[in-house]
């Protein structure tokens, strides 16, 4: 009996350390949000060790008073691929991407603490303080979520290892660094890799925001005059954003080969491929589709099996088949 109950006791205490350490964590995560200001410099680092793959982001964002620029740049194998220089201020959000146009669109989102890599107190299964740090070890379902929201679809997590390391300053958090190694298998193909994530805050509450100071070059998106030719935006495609012509009459923009967007005129339809897997947006139904998931814009009804991850999926692709027209300066397709 005595035993049971020593073994009751050291029980409880790991459940209650436990619960202290996530609520350090939790209450610390919160806090971050009241900055005034900050420089938020965070990298992310995804590599498919039997695919030859790695793709990198590498982000600098400068915060204050709920006004921000972030200056990214993505790499694909070593070579880059994506440049983006984005602001909020006055209300709009400005992007800048190399090789596009310049623009700009309303934006009234709460920017103050955007660190993707928050998780619940359910998210996680170990956790431990030492070295005046916190150790998290995630669970599979969170292992899982970082996958699917970052690399791929999975059918099967066959094994995965990963830790996540917060380091809190004066009840604030101050950087966060997330490793995970998996095999998983992406219905008919076996993959084994790794993705790394780190987020730093420094120069806190003495950060000044990088403002735009001449944001006359910038074109207000829902102002483009929609005055072109089908064949005129296909033109734009070719020459201007770096679409082919497939055997299929199909347009696609391969960015790096496992990332690309495809036109399809003849059955007014845009596809986002993103590595094995691909999210539809028929411009002329209103009608997103992603596996076994239907959305109706127009109606603003769903079909099918939809996970939430599954409608943020859908809205990706229709979202960027916008953005593409916005580089052809315009908002909506050409009637034939």
């Known amino acids: 009996m005595r035993l049971i109950k020593v073994l009751l006791c050291i029980l409880m205490l790991t459940a209650c350390s436990n619960k202290n350490i996530y609520d350090k964590y939790a209450d610390a995560y ?70 596009s146009i310049k623009y700009y669109e309303d934006f009234d989102q709460d920017t103050a603490n955007m660190n993707d890599l928050y998780f619940t107190k359910d998210e996680y299964d170990q956790a431990e303080e030492k070295d005046g740090k916190l150790y998290f070890t995630m669970s599979k379902d969170y292992c899982i979520k970082i996958i699917e929201q970052s690399i791929m679809q999975i059918s099967d997590l066959k094994s995965y290892e990963n830790k996540m390391i917060i380091s809190i300053e004066d009840g604030k958090l101050i950087s966060q660094q997330f490793e995970l ?119 603003q009804e769903e079909k099918g099996i939809c996970s939430e991850d599954d409608l943020d999926k859908i809205e990706e692709a229709r979202v960027n088949y916008f953005t593409e027209l916005a580089f052809c300066k315009i908002t909506e397709m050409p009637k034939e």
């Open 181 to 299: 190694t998996f095999d998983a298998d992406s219905y008919d193909a076996n993959y084994q890799g790794s993705y790394k994530y780190t987020s730093n805050y420094e120069n806190i509450n003495n950060t000044t925001n990088e403002r735009l100071n001449d944001t006359s070059l910038y074109v207000d998106i829902n102002s483009i005059v929609n005055d072109k030719t089908l064949d005129e935006v296909k033109q734009i495609l070719i020459d201007e954003q770096g679409y082919q012509i497939n055997d299929q009459g199909l347009y696609v923009c391969d960015f790096n080969g496992n990332e690309s967007y495809i036109f399809d005129f003849d059955n007014k339809q845009f596809t986002y491929v993103y590595g094995l897997n691909s999210y539809t947006y028929n411009w002329k139904s209103m009608i997103g589709t992603y596996d076994k998931c239907v959305y109706n814009y127009e109606t």
């Open 30 to 99: 919160k806090a971050s949000g009241e900055y005034q200001s900050y420089t938020n410099k965070t990298a992310a680092s995804i590599i498919i060790d039997n695919a030859d793959y790695q793709y990198d982001i590498n982000n600098v964002l400068y915060y204050e008073n709920g006004e921000l620029s972030l200056y990214s740049v993505n790499l694909y194998n070593g070579d880059t691929y994506g440049d983006c220089k984005i602001n909020v201020q006055d209300n709009k959000i400005y992007y800048d991407c190399a090789g």
